[in-house]
C-alpha cells in the first residue's frame, strides 16, 4: 500500500536542499491532489550520491490559483512520496 | 566518435565524460555510439506524428496509446527509443488543451519528437510554460477560448510526455499518411494545435 492514493490531498513539503531535488521551488509549500500512482523509483536527491532508495511516486495536479495566486490552469508534477505530507 | 566539433570546448568537455564512463566500465565507445546514431538519425517528430495518425484512424489504438504509451510505441516500431522511461500520451480536446515543458532541463520522448527545439531548453519557456501558459501560446500563435482548461504537465527523465492532437477534420475519409504530415513537432510539445 502506498502512503496516498489518487485524489488525495497532499502538500509539497517546504524544504530547501543543499543538493539535487526533483521539488521544485514553485510547488514548495503548496497543496494538490494525487492524479495517479506511478510506481516505485529511486529518489532522485538521494541517487546522485549513490544511494539507491527507491519510494513511491505520484503525479499531483496543483491549481494555479493556489501555486500563482491566479491563473485557471493546472500543473501536474511527479512528486516523490518523501516529499509529501497530508494536506492540512 | 565525430570529430567535426572537435575544436570546442564543450566537445573537449564531452570526450573526457565519455572516457571516464568507458574507463569506470559503464559503457563502452560503441555503445555510446549506438545512442547517439539513434538519437540523431532515428529520433523524429515524424514518428510521434505515426503515433497520433494512427490513434485518429483506429479508436483501439487511441486507447492502447492512453493506457500504456510504451506498448503503443513499440507497436509502431518504436519500442527502443522509447525504452527507459514511462511514456504518457495526454490527449486534447474542445475541452481541455495539454502542454509539455520541462522545468528541470528539457526532458521529452526525443524518439518520438526529435531534438528538442531550442526554446524547449530555455529559462523562458521552463519558467513560463507552468507560470502563465495562455500567454505563452499566444506568443506561438494558439490562441485558445477562455473556456478551455489548459494542463501544463512538467516532465521529468522518469515521465516523458507526448501531447495527442485534436483530431483533424475529415480524419475517417483521408488517408494516415497524409494525417501524419499535419501533425508537427509543436503540436506534440502542445505548442501547436496540431
Redesign the interface.
Known amino acids: 500500500m502506498t502512503k496516498f492514493a489518487a485524489g488525495s490531498r497532499v502538500r509539497a513539503r517546504v524544504a530547501d536542499p543543499d543538493g539535487h531535488t ?1 521539488l ?1 521551488r ?1 510547488a514548495r509549500g503548496h497543496t494538490g491532489e494525487v492524479v495517479e500512482v ?2 516505485d ?1 529511486q529518489l532522485p536527491d538521494e541517487a546522485v550520491r549513490g544511494v539507491f532508495r527507491a519510494e513511491p ?1 505520484y ?1 499531483v ?1 496543483f491549481n ?1 490559483a493556489e ?2 495566486g491566479s ?8 512528486l516523490w512520496e518523501s516529499y509529501l505530507e497530508e494536506a492540512p | 566518435m565525430s570529430g567535426e566539433h572537435g575544436e570546442l570546448p564543450i566537445a573537449a568537455r564531452v570526450r573526457r565524460l565519455e572516457e571516464r564512463l568507458i574507463a569506470a566500465g559503464l559503457a563502452t565507445d560503441e555503445e555510446l555510439d549506438e545512442i547517439l546514431e539513434r538519437v540523431f538519425t532515428s529520433a523524429s517528430p515524424v514518428n510521434g506524428a505515426r503515433m497520433v495518425a494512427r490513434s485518429w484512424k483506429d479508436p483501439g489504438y487511441r486507447d492502447r496509446l492512453l493506457a500504456d504509451g510504451n506498448a503503443a510505441a513499440a507497436e509502431l516500431g518504436f519500442g527502443a527509443g522509447t525504452r527507459g522511461y ?1 511514456l504518457k500520451a495526454v490527449e486534447n480536446t474542445p475541452a481541455v488543451h495539454n502542454m509539455i515543458v520541462c ?2 532541463c528539457s526532458c521529452y520522448p526525443t524518439a518520438l519528437l526529435g531534438p528538442s527545439p531550442s526554446w524547449y531548453k530555455s529559462f523562458a519557456y521552463r519558467s513560463r510554460a ?5 500567454a505563452v501560446l499566444a506568443e506561438f500563435g494558439l490562441e485558445l477560448p477562455d473556456s478551455t ?6 516532465a ?1 527523465s ?2 516523458r510526455y507526448l501531447v495527442l492532437p485534436l483530431r483533424a477534420e475529415g480524419a475517417d475519409e483521408t488517408d494516415e499518411s497524409v494525417l501524419a504530415s499535419l501533425v508537427t513537432r509543436n503540436g506534440l510539445i502542445g505548442t501547436a494545435i496540431r
Open positions: 526533483r521544485p514553485y506511478r510506481a523509483w511516486v503525479a495536479r494555479a501555486l500563482w491563473g485557471s490552469h493546472s500543473v501536474i508534477l511527479d | 514511462l522545468t528541470l507552468v507560470r502563465e501558459p495562455r482548461e489548459i494542463r501544463v504537465w512538467d521529468n522518469e515521465t
